[in-house]
């Protein structure tokens, strides 16, 4: 324990400066430093008063500052001549005859610089105020009030000017001309902690307690110079002023870290783990490949805004009161994550409190809370907002609006429970391999998308690989890449290049002893062919195999007939004559064998004549209808079905 606070009292040593290198410590000299200006002789109690009961001062250059200041004139740097009516606008130039009781009452403050100068010097200042603001959020300008003028024993021979209290302003332009204008800003006064600790750790000092309701630059002064007077070479000076940039947010995070601050700092778990080094005794939430619809039910799914898995887990981390650190470039939804952890904590009854390093970051959040109706649930304590009276404000208009309606959420759980199922079964389906390949479906069905998008047509043929499995398809990948290969090198002289069979000496020899055979047989078919005789002829004679092969047992006399070296036409006329027999004897509206009955050939031709049975008759009397409808070949058709019907 002793080696942790002694861990962390070395931690807030290093936010505290209380070297003569702080502003709020040592004041730089006139004209030395681009972020303090020194006033000059003004009254610090009537500023004071004006700027709280909100009058705004202007500046003027002093009457007795030549052009070429210290700060201008640089050794060695010859500076070209040029005017400065122009760039001496929204300042004036002080009276050299004016009585000091009437400066000091007008609503000017007057500062030992040019006018040009002084005009660079404020918008210097105002820049890097404003500057300063929009990145952090914090307010640095101050109008320091009263000094105490102190020694460093390490530096005696240097005068050191400490300021007393700080008074936050705003500096701004205003009006056609352009006018600097100092008026006093949201913030209550303050006195230099800095100071204080500097006295108190170095010189065994304690200054008494500041009040800010019933300060006042002399009084204030005084109750210091009370303190110091036994001190040589030591002083204050109640009405010296400067504007400038000075920050003490680090003092007050190493106040807050102080053990009269926070007694049980010390013993905190994140404090231990932080500074002394100690590992947390609470394990993390999820596991690093936790499924987030597996550890999150569907009802605590209250996100305002849109998450992705890991922002749902860490969100949900942080719920359960896990530690989380979330890292991540620009763009990848840290805010996003930050507004649904607020939103869940104001759903559940809790508060939070947001600190960022940057304003920005405040901001961004704020605006998304605010789009989905948050934002009054969030009370602002940064920039101008973090006055009391600023705070009082925001609360009583929060306090007022009415509670807002409790939404009806069960049929809302159903339905997300029901599309979230759905969801994963199908996810799940996807992720599943198909057969034994090993492979996703997924995969499966990228690549036939890819196949597509590239323009290479479905093969018109089918492979069974129901039983492939990874080793099966990485085989048949080799070999075809091997194939293709040898396409590509042109391929091989001989189709029988590269068959080859495991067999034995006794089958060689027996293969050998019929290969002549198998010669004088090709040699023989290559003449039959005569002229045509070829790889195409070949193909020609292999494609009429299955024809052959499907053709009745014939009468091989029968095809050494005459007839066939004659016109084959009278034959085809015979082959589609007793295809149309059979093809009418399929006829499923005859009966079986009605074309065989006798005497079918004498009716067919006696039908077949003109007129026929029908001389006699104009045409065929609709009996249903009562209308005659003429005789044609269609109705002579279906009566002869029906006569070969009722013979059968």
């Not at 740097?77 to 005017?83: F, G, L, M, Y």
């Not at 680090?250 to 778990?269: I, T, V």
């Not at 990228?446 to 479905?458: N, P």
């Not at 492939?468 to 048949?476: C, F, H, K, L």
């Amino acid at each position: 324990m002793t080696d942790l606070r002694a861990a962390l009292e070395e931690a807030r040593r290093g936010l505290l400066d209380l070297s003569t290198r702080n502003r709020l410590l040592s004041l730089p000299k006139p004209g030395a430093s681009r972020g303090v200006m020194i006033l000059d002789d003004e009254d610090a109690d009537f500023v004071l008063g004006a700027l709280q009961a909100g009058r705004a001062f202007g500046f003027e250059a002093s009457a007795t500052a030549s052009e070429a200041t210290p700060e201008e004139a640089k050794p060695g740097k010859p500076r070209r001549a040029r005017s400065t009516k122009a760039k001496a606008e929204g300042v004036g130039t002080a009276k050299a005859d004016a009585a000091r009781e009437d400066y000091q009452r007008d609503d000017k403050l007057r500062v030992q610089l040019p006018p040009a100068d002084l005009v660079r010097r404020l918008r210097d200042i105002m820049q890097d105020a404003r500057t300063a603001r929009e990145e952090t959020g914090v307010p640095t300008l101050y109008l320091a009030l009263g000094a105490l003028i102190w020694r460093d024993p390490a530096t005696p021979e240097t005068e050191r000017r400490a300021p007393l209290a700080l008074l936050p302003v705003a500096l701004e332009r205003e009006g056609v001309s352009q006018n600097f204008k100092l008026r006093g800003a949201v913030g209550d006064i303050a006195e230099n902690l800095s100071l204080r600790e500097m006295l108190k750790v170095n010189f065994k000092t304690a200054l008494p307690d500041f009040d800010a309701e019933a300060y006042t630059p002399t009084a204030w002064a005084e109750s210091i110079a009370a303190l110091v007077a036994e001190r040589a070479h030591w002083r204050v000076d109640a009405d010296a002023l400067a504007l400038g940039l000075f920050s003490f947010a680090k003092f007050l995070m190493w106040r807050d870290l102080g053990p009269e601050e926070n007694p049980g700092l010390a013993d905190h778990p994140m404090v231990r783990a932080l500074v002394g080094g100690e590992a947390l005794s609470i394990p993390p939430v999820f596991a690093d490949d936790a499924d987030v619809d597996v550890e999150i039910p569907v009802e605590r799914l209250d996100h305002v805004m849109d998450v992705d898995g890991s922002q749902a887990l860490a969100a949900e981390a942080v719920r359960r009161g896990g530690h989380v650190v979330i890292q991540g470039p620009p763009g990848t939804g840290k805010s996003q994550t930050i507004s649904n952890i607020i939103a869940q904590a104001v759903l559940d009854g809790r508060s939070v409190l947001f600190v960022a390093e940057k304003l920005a970051a405040l901001e961004v959040v704020k605006r998304r809370l605010e789009s989905i109706g948050l934002g009054a649930a969030c009370l602002e304590l940064h920039s101008e907002k973090q006055s009391k009276r600023a705070v009082l404000d925001e609360l009583r208009a929060t306090l007022s609006l009415p509670m807002p309606p409790k939404p009806e959420r069960d049929a809302v759980v159903r339905r997300l429970g029901s599309l979230r199922g759905r969801i994963n079964r199908h996810a799940a389906a996807m992720r599943g391999t198909v057969g034994t390949s090993g492979m996703a479906l997924h995969q499966v069905i990228g690549a036939l998308v890819a196949l597509r998008q590239r323009g290479v047509a479905a093969p018109d043929f089918s492979v069974n690989v129901a039983e492939w499995d990874s080793a099966a398809i990485e085989a048949r990948r080799d070999a075809i890449k091997l194939l293709a290969g040898y396409a590509a090198d042109g391929g091989a002289q001989s189709p029988w290049r590269g068959v080859m069979a495991d067999i034995g000496p006794a089958d060689a020899d027996r293969l050998l002893g019929r290969l002549p055979g198998w010669i004088r047989a090709f040699a023989a078919a290559g003449a039959a062919l005569g002229a045509e005789a070829g790889p195409k002829a070949a193909e020609g004679v292999l494609a009429l195999r299955p024809a052959l092969l499907a053709a009745p047992a014939h009468d091989a006399a029968a095809l050494k007939h005459e007839a066939w070296a004659r016109d084959l036409a009278p034959l085809e006329e015979l082959v589609q004559a007793l295809g149309a027999l059979q093809q009418a004897k399929a006829d499923p509206r005859l009966l079986l064998g009605a074309l065989d009955v006798a005497g079918i050939a004498e009716a067919r031709a006696t039908l077949a004549e003109a007129g026929g049975v029908f001389t006699d008759f104009a045409g065929r009397v609709d009996v249903r209808g009562g209308s005659a409808i003429a005789a044609s070949p269609a109705l002579h058709a279906e009566l002869l079905r029906t006569i070969a019907d009722s013979a059968g």
